[in-house]
């Protein structure tokens, strides 16, 4: 090992962001979301402004028969197409629960052993 120790001090820094400037960033990073989140709302609900402009609705179709093919309605953000509670699978490939807060696995999975140690502490 060597008999001196060699060590460097970064004086500036510049490169570390102030408290002011990390605010500054969050709020930007909210602004967007929120701006994001409308712009998708507006597409989703059928906003004709959105028709043609960047990011805005394409001219293939319309949001109704976008919505119509996958089934759902974006005013009551519910699936209206029957059967579909359960996406394209069949009812046997779930567990059904009477309690709609509890998860239920089947009793020989690795979730359900592992659910069965945490009830015993």
Not at 22 to 50: N, P
Not at 85 to 102: A, Q, R
Request: charged content about 30%; hydrophobic content about 30%.
């Amino acid at each position: 090992a060597p008999k001196e120790t060699v060590c460097y001090h970064l004086w500036s820094r510049a490169h570390r962001p102030t408290p002011a400037t990390q605010k500054r960033r969050e709020a930007r990073k909210e602004q967007q979301k929120a701006t994001s989140q409308s712009t998708v709302k507006k597409q989703l609900q059928g906003d004709v402004s959105m028709i043609g402009e960047t990011f805005g609705l394409g001219k293939d179709r319309t949001v109704s028969e976008f919505a119509e093919h996958l089934g759902v309605d974006f005013s009551t953000q519910q699936f209206v197409r029957e059967g579909w509670e359960y996406g394209d699978l069949s009812k046997d490939n779930f567990v059904i629960s009477d309690d709609p807060n509890g998860a239920v696995f089947p009793e020989d999975s690795f979730q359900a052993k592992i659910a069965s140690l945490d009830s015993k502490s």
